[in-house]
């Protein structure tokens, strides 16, 4: 991206949260609510500072805790006003919910292969993958719609979510949607406005490689 807005096109930031306890434990958070750590707090802060030189227009977040928080920094930097949806959620993955990567595996092998494989599952017997595309896309792409010409959205919302939201606006087939490695926290990919859709122009930006801590299990 470069400081010249014209005739580039929409642009949608989407930029996972700050860290929080669970994800440095790897525990599944879904929806559950989960607040950021110091350090969550620190990143979000210096990733603002990143966004805000995009000269976004609007910002809409989840509503949990985490993804208010992170929001809240851009907020501060930009003086925009940040919409909250609930349909940005993270997964809510049920019993998968509070419980560490070695967990899941160990008591749910079965279904967490199928998940890997790229079969529907309702993991923990929560939510298809494609159920949370199906409530999440919608609101992006509702708020999109309400952007200048050249505007930028960010969206503040959850690894998962993120995924499934990216691979609907880029036509992707469900199954193929885990071929979009996983957001490292507080960094974020961006989908451009071309000619036959939306295109992936950037995935994991904001820092230097580091491992994946959060619902990717």
Not at 59 to 74: I, M, N, P
Not at 139 to 150: C, I, R, S
Not at 190 to 206: D, F, I, P, Q, T
């Amino acid at each position: 991206m470069n400081g010249s807005r014209s005739g580039r096109g929409r642009r949608i930031v989407l930029w996972r949260h700050g860290q929080t306890a669970w994800n440095l434990e790897r525990r599944f958070q879904g929806s559950t609510d989960i607040e950021l750590t110091e350090e969550g707090v620190g990143q979000a802060r210096r990733a603002a500072r990143l966004l805000a030189s995009l000269k976004p227009d609007a910002v809409v977040a989840s509503d949990l805790r985490r993804a208010v928080a992170t929001a809240a920094e851009l907020a501060a930097v930009t003086g925009l006003t940040v919409a909250h949806d609930a349909a940005l959620r993270e997964t809510y993955a049920g019993a998968w919910q509070g419980l560490t990567h070695e967990e899941i595996v160990e008591r749910y092998g079965e279904q967490y292969t199928a998940w890997k494989r790229g079969e529907p599952v309702r993991r923990g017997g929560g939510e298809l993958e494609t159920e949370v595309a199906d409530r999440a896309a919608p609101v992006v792409l509702e708020h999109a719609e309400k952007l200048p010409a050249d505007g930028t959205l960010v969206v503040v919302s959850h690894g998962g979510t993120i995924r499934t939201t990216i691979g609907r606006l880029l036509g992707l087939e469900a199954h193929h949607w885990e071929g979009l490695g996983g957001l490292t926290n507080c960094c974020w990919s961006v989908l451009g406005e071309g000619a036959r859709g939306w295109r992936l122009l950037e995935h994991n930006a904001g820092t230097l490689p580091e491992p994946v801590l959060g619902d990717d299990v």
